[in-house]
């Protein structure tokens, strides 16, 4: 019978492929994670949509559809107008979950951050490899939901399947939250208050159930600021435009792009500030 080495050099973590695969191990690490709540999150993953589609799509769109007629904006009923936005808002309320609770966890309620820090791992992987799984949680969620938006006659262009990547990046865009988590010692609440005045207020002053335009035009300022209004716009071009001059569909995306790259940035600084204290 052969025993197995149990010699420190066979054991030991390949530096070069730890250097390589870093951020990967953190997302294995992650997806497996998952495990514990995947038929919940499946659960919301399927429900969800149904249940905003069916509120919109029926509820509120026949409202809509006797005071304003068949047509409400853009030249498509009310359902294809509010279906690419309810998908960024879906994206982005996962992202903010993961960018705070999951971040915090990481560092302090289970810290598997500190302890992947301990070992091969910078925070630079750490932090990247985090990013990679919001990337596909979010991915998954607009997924789904393109999927009910479609199954409910949502979608108008064949483009429109480009309204997933865009969700992906909106969720991005809120990563300055994942910056700051990275700085919070104690959690009294102030997760839930983010939600409460900043992703809720945003997804309902941004032009996503009604035109920016109804707003009174000192708030339309919230919108203008906004990443899921920009997200929301850039995913309408796709999902049955063009209804904007091409500019303007750039400035959606250098916005989103911009926010996404100083998040992720700061985040990585703030994250290995404090792995290295």
Same mark, same amino acid.
């Given at each position: 019978?052969?025993?197995?080495? &149990?010699?420190?050099?066979?054991?030991?973590?390949?530096?070069? !492929?730890?250097?390589?695969?870093?951020?990967?191990?953190? #997302?294995?690490?992650? %997806?497996?994670? #998952?495990?514990?709540?995947?038929?919940?999150?499946?659960?919301?993953?399927?429900?969800?949509?149904?249940?905003?589609?069916?509120?919109?799509?029926?509820?509120?769109? /026949?409202?809509?559809?006797? /005071?304003?007629?068949?047509?409400?904006?853009?030249?498509?009923?009310?359902?294809?107008?509010?279906?690419?936005?309810?998908?960024?808002?879906?994206?982005?309320?996962?992202?903010?979950?993961?960018?705070?609770?999951?971040?915090?966890?990481?560092? !302090?309620?289970?810290?598997?951050?500190?302890?992947?820090?301990?070992?091969?791992? &910078?925070?630079?992987?750490?932090?990247?490899?985090?990013?990679?799984? #919001?990337?596909?949680?979010?991915?998954?969620?607009?997924?789904?939901?393109?999927?009910?938006?479609?199954?409910?006659?949502?979608? #108008?262009?064949?483009?429109?399947?480009?309204?997933?990547?865009?969700?992906?990046?909106?969720?991005?865009?809120? /990563?300055?939250?994942?910056?700051?988590?990275?700085?919070?010692?104690?959690?009294?609440?102030?997760?839930?208050?983010?939600?409460? %005045? =900043?992703?809720?207020?945003?997804?309902?002053?941004?032009? &996503?159930?009604?035109?920016?335009?109804? %707003?009174?035009?000192?708030?339309?300022? =919230?919108?203008?600021?906004?990443?899921?209004?920009?997200?929301?716009?850039?995913?309408?071009?796709?999902?049955?435009?063009? &209804?904007?001059?091409?500019?303007?569909?750039? =400035?959606?995306?250098?916005?989103?792009?911009?926010?996404?790259?100083?998040?992720?940035?700061?985040?990585?600084?703030?994250?290995? !500030?404090?792995?290295?204290?």
């Amino acid at each position: 019978m052969t025993s197995l080495p &149990t010699t420190r050099a066979a054991v030991r973590a390949d530096p070069a !492929k730890s250097r390589r695969y870093g951020a990967w191990y953190v #997302v294995e690490h992650k %997806l497996r994670a #998952v495990r514990a709540f995947f038929w919940t999150m499946v659960a919301t993953a399927f429900g969800t949509p149904f249940l905003y589609l069916f509120a919109f799509g029926v509820g509120l769109a /026949s409202l809509v559809v006797d /005071s304003q007629g068949s047509e409400f904006i853009d030249g498509v009923g009310y359902l294809q107008f509010v279906a690419p936005a309810l998908i960024i808002n879906a994206a982005v309320i996962v992202a903010a979950e993961e960018y705070m609770f999951g971040m915090l966890m990481g560092f !302090k309620w289970n810290a598997i951050f500190v302890g992947m820090n301990s070992g091969p791992l &910078t925070g630079r992987q750490i932090i990247d490899g985090m990013f990679i799984f #919001v990337a596909i949680r979010a991915a998954f969620t607009a997924s789904i939901y393109f999927g009910a938006v479609a199954l409910f006659g949502g979608t #108008v262009s064949p483009w429109a399947v480009l309204v997933v990547p865009i969700a992906m990046l909106t969720g991005f865009a809120f /990563s300055p939250i994942a910056a700051w988590a990275a700085s919070v010692k104690e959690e009294r609440g102030q997760f839930n208050i983010v939600n409460r %005045l =900043i992703i809720m207020p945003l997804s309902l002053f941004s032009g &996503t159930v009604f035109p920016l335009s109804q %707003l009174p035009f000192f708030l339309q300022w =919230i919108g203008w600021i906004s990443p899921i209004w920009h997200g929301s716009e850039l995913a309408r071009q796709f999902s049955y435009g063009p &209804t904007e001059p091409i500019w303007l569909t750039v =400035i959606h995306v250098l916005f989103l792009v911009v926010l996404a790259f100083i998040g992720w940035q700061l985040t990585v600084h703030f994250s290995v !500030k404090r792995l290295n204290r």
